[in-house]
């Protein structure tokens, strides 16, 4: 092995993955403004014949940007960050730089299997699940060569000590491994029909009630171990080393930790109440739900606490505006849930667009906000290059924000007038609303969404150009910044 002062970490797998997830951030975000814009004005729909509805293109918006862009900023963060921590570089091992290049290329085919196959309508009609059974084969494989990967630079390393934001991505892949392994376990129809169907279609194992509780089971944990527990690892790492400042509680960040591994787990039923789930189920992913605010808001007042005395730092460096601004979404997204989660509040929610505006405001506002702030990070970094421009940085912040808020307050506003009106009834107990009164009354809120989308999109292109030529024409950098970003 290198001796620790000679080591140089090895980027090149970061950077792949980082230049993925700024190409499925703008075609996961152009297909959200599309979708949003065809609920506001219908004849969008027609564009592109059956491939440019909105039924075909909302599972394919999904799944690229949870799949395409997050996963991908998570993946690059990943392996920016453990060799750092651990004091290990990848190049220091032939097999695990090889199964580095595996693992990239792997996640290519599914990529492009997936939008492929969601795009001619091909799906096993589960929420965060639809790819069919060859592509969740690649999947496990894939997903086992990342643990290969992580458990074998965990094994190499100098660093003995486990940093926090390593306990987190250890928490992500098995949560997630877990997790999608019992959901998808489907049966190939052909197989087993007689050679009826086609070779990709396949059924659920598990069939009624039953499916809907692994579905969900998985469904609320895909936002958890996905949007959720890599995205704490990777502020508890990028905040303190863009702002030069200590995580401000080390025992807060594990207690918070362990709360979420306990809690979050047994929180999904509330995505089905008022069903025919047992009640005593939907009533502990309620009481779940609501305690889950506690290590919800350690990890996030913990990550607000580490700028402590130094907030003037987010007016001079637009990073930390991403990440302190993300931190708070994540506050306010995770007070908002358990919110619905309550069976008084979810009996006016539930099939509502309030439930799109909570998804979205911890979407746009926490995960995409830090990814965004942890590629910047990385960037001089990685490439050695000045990020190119600081004020364009700053537009996208402010531009991105009003999106943001233009999104989830009209759809606020949107999904409580909904429910609010499918359960009016007059003096007779007749409802008092058609469906499509319902429809007619919520076209503003749906232009406004749109509107707030676009907004979020131009933001998304203005960080595409910005990272592009920070890669290409950032002034170079004869060493590599301590702590705060360089930019122009």
Do not use: C
Not at 165 to 171: F, H, N, Q, R, V
Not at 364 to 369: I, R
């Amino acid at each position: 092995m290198q001796s620790n002062a000679a080591l140089e970490y090895d980027y090149s797998i970061v950077k792949l993955f980082m230049w993925t997830a700024v190409i499925f951030g703008i075609v996961g975000m152009l297909i959200g403004v599309l979708i949003a814009s065809q609920l506001a004005f219908p004849d969008l729909n027609y564009l592109l014949g059956e491939y440019g509805t909105f039924s075909r293109l909302r599972p394919l918006h999904t799944n690229v940007v949870i799949y395409g862009f997050t996963l991908s900023g998570i993946w690059a963060s990943f392996y920016y960050t453990a060799q750092r921590v651990l004091k290990v570089s990848i190049s220091e091992s032939g097999l695990l730089k090889a199964l580095t290049k595996l693992h990239f290329l792997l996640y290519l085919v599914i990529a492009t299997g997936m939008v492929v196959s969601l795009a001619l309508g091909i799906t096993a009609n589960k929420e965060y699940a639809q790819m069919e059974w060859p592509l969740d084969i690649l999947v496990v494989l894939t997903w086992v060569i990342f643990g290969i990967n992580m458990f074998g630079l965990i094994g190499l390393r100098r660093e003995k000590t486990l940093y926090i934001s390593m306990w987190y991505y250890i928490a992500f892949f098995l949560g997630v491994a877990m997790l999608y392994l019992f959901n998808n376990m489907e049966v190939p129809t052909m197989f087993f029909s007689g050679g009826l169907g086609a070779w990709y279609h396949s059924v659920s194992m598990y069939a009624g009630t039953n499916d809907a509780l692994v579905q969900w089971w998985w469904g609320h944990n895909a936002v958890a171990f996905v949007f959720t527990v890599p995205i704490i690892a990777m502020i508890y790492y990028f905040l303190p080393k863009e702002s030069g400042q200590a995580v401000y509680s080390y025992k807060l960040s594990l207690l918070a930790f362990w709360g979420l591994m306990f809690i979050y787990l047994w929180a999904g039923g509330h995505h089905l109440l008022w069903s025919t789930v047992p009640d005593w189920m939907q009533t502990m992913g309620s009481v779940f739900s609501v305690v889950l605010i506690l290590p919800s808001w350690g990890s996030a007042i913990n990550m607000l606490l580490t700028m402590k005395g130094e907030w003037n730092q987010l007016t001079e460096n637009p990073l930390i505006k991403f990440m302190v601004l993300a931190s708070t979404f994540y506050m306010l997204s995770t007070l908002e849930g358990p919110i619905q989660a309550v069976k008084s509040v979810n009996a006016i929610a539930h099939f509502t667009d309030w439930i799109p505006g909570h998804v979205h405001d911890g979407v746009l506002g926490w995960v995409a906000f830090m990814v965004f702030a942890a590629l910047m990070h990385m960037a001089p970094r990685v490439f050695k290059r000045e990020i190119y421009s600081k004020s364009l940085l700053e537009s996208q912040f402010w531009i991105q924000t009003i999106g943001v808020v233009l999104y989830f307050t009209s759809m606020w506003i949107a999904g409580i007038t909904q429910g609010m009106m499918w359960r009016a009834v007059d003096e007779y107990g007749n409802l008092v609303y058609s469906f499509i009164d319902t429809v007619s009354v919520l076209h503003p809120y749906y232009a406004l969404r749109a509107l707030g989308g676009l907004l979020y999109l131009i933001g998304m292109f203005m960080f595409a150009y910005n990272f592009f030529k920070t890669a290409t024409a950032g002034r170079r950098l004869e060493q590599e910044p301590r702590y705060r970003s360089p930019m122009a």
